[in-house]
């Protein structure tokens, strides 16, 4: 149902590979981003060069404007610079507007059709480039470029990985009444784009979990009565459950090679947290604490799982080594702690916590179980994940209407924000970086 | 006349299924005399006899609990007497959390409040084939809210009658 990313040719831009990363800033460092240029001769009408050049500028803007670290400046139609000044541009100009970095570039039409799109990142200061990258494209692609665009940017800033830009996002569209919603699984570009659906509506759906590079889906299903995990594979469009059992099975999360899934499977009033290859094989069962144990989520580096457990009276959340030995405490604040999820870089784990009498929030927490810290203001929210930069976090909050709604919100502070969907969303799951 | 009468076993079923609701008076007995002859045929006239002998299909839990009250006992004791004397038909206990919970962990608590139901039913002697369990987890909220009387009215486990 969903076809694979289009394919996205690297070409090599003429000058030397980049140099090594800027040491990283605290406070967000201004980026000046004018639009991308044409060549002299191009094509100025819709769907040509410059018409291509000015939407994808405005999309690396867009890109830049949701991270912390960077502050962008632009595009203005007034910053027009000339083909041959995208390798050569007049720095000092940048330098009087304050900004600390420059992103040049341009489209180009290409004779089979396609259009090549290079951008490059320059510290504004020492005249010096941080990093290029250039590719070809069909029409319908050049986002993807940009979205490359501006991760090389990113990178170049802060060190963090290229490519956090172009991932996809996982989530349940809801619709229908509050009492009787129709749930699908529904997948979108992480700018908001090229939403699909993977399921129809005619069952019940819940908690999708893409795999490191979205080529599979983890998800739960009432299809056939018993909720149970299945698995989409985007490359073939098959799908099958992930461990034959009659029994439920729940809050599947892949581990960050993609080889592993952890799961929950409940046995009469128990329920423990498993791991199974991700193409199937036996099940090895971890916790074995009466009591619920679930929502498990592996350690970048694979070898812990922190889950959240009721063994102690009330959720909280715990880690474990990945084959089960080592499991101790990390949360002690007060009230319930769920849903965890490790960062991609391994430094937090996003939570749910409920507090009595004040809602739910989502927070974090390291992996020692020190520096806590509650991030969104509730008093609904829940499921957080990770986006790929790790200084992200997507969540699910519900409104004072009752309907779901999803949001992000920067591990560093400030407002959250809403992440519009078509229908009503809930579940997030955002994806790793993908190439 | 016809109409008449459906409308007084549907009166009859909700008043019987509101009888545990927390925090909801009972309403007044119908008179003396008025219980209608069931218009019903197959599962829905086992379902609607099962309502009025038994008294209600659920039960109620406290927050984040799976302990059965002594009203619930009581319910799932009549819900029992029901049971043994119809052992031909399968039923489907279905436990649900409230919104208050998070989403894996509800449907963990609402396959331990369907379990726990299942137990005391078999305890009390219905045949264990007979019933099957499934949690909806805090899916298909009964009635909408974050007030703790809506909350309380969501934390449930529903005896539905299969076939």
Known sequence: MIARLASLFPVSLSLLAATPAAAQEPAAAVIAVPPLTTPDNSDRGAGGPAAIAWQATQLIASDLRSTAELMPVGPNQKDYYSYPEVTAPTFSRWRNQGAKFLLTGFVRSNSDGRFTVGCYVYEVNRGRELGRIGFAVNADDWRRAAHKCSGLAYTAATGAPAGIFDTQIAYVAETGGLTSRTKRIAVMDSDGTNQRFVTVGDSLVLTPRLSPKAGHLAYVSFVGGQPHIRVVDFDTNQQRPLVPTGG??????????????VFSMQQGPNTDVYVVGADGGLPQRLTASPGVDTSGSFSPDGNQIVFESDRSGSQQLYIMNADGTGQHRISFGGGWYADPAWSPDGQWIAY???????????????????????????????????????????????????????ARISITGGEARKV?????GSDPDWSGVID | MRRAMFFAVLLLVAEAASAQLPGLRRRDPLPPGAQPAPLLIGIDALRADFLARAGADKVYFGGDSSVLTPPAQATLQAQAAWLRQHPEVVVRIEGYADSSDTRDHALAVGARRAEEVRSYLVLLGVPAAQLTTLSWGKEKIAVLGSAPAALALNRRAVTVLVR
Request: proline share 11%; net charge negative.
């Open chain 1, 352 to 406: 749910t916590r409920r507090i009595p009498g004040v809602g739910t929030r989502v927070g974090i927490i390291k992996p020692d179980g020190t520096g806590e810290q509650l991030l969104s203001i509730g008093p609904a929210d829940e499921s957080p994940d990770w986006a790929p930069s790790s200084r992200e976090i997507i969540f699910e909050r519900t409104g004072a209407d009752l309907r779901p709604a999803l």
């Open chain 1, 420 to 424: 519009v969907t078509p229908q009503d």
């Open chain 1, 248 to 261: 439920m099975t729940f809050a599947p999360r892949y581990s960050s090679d993609g080889t592993r899934i």
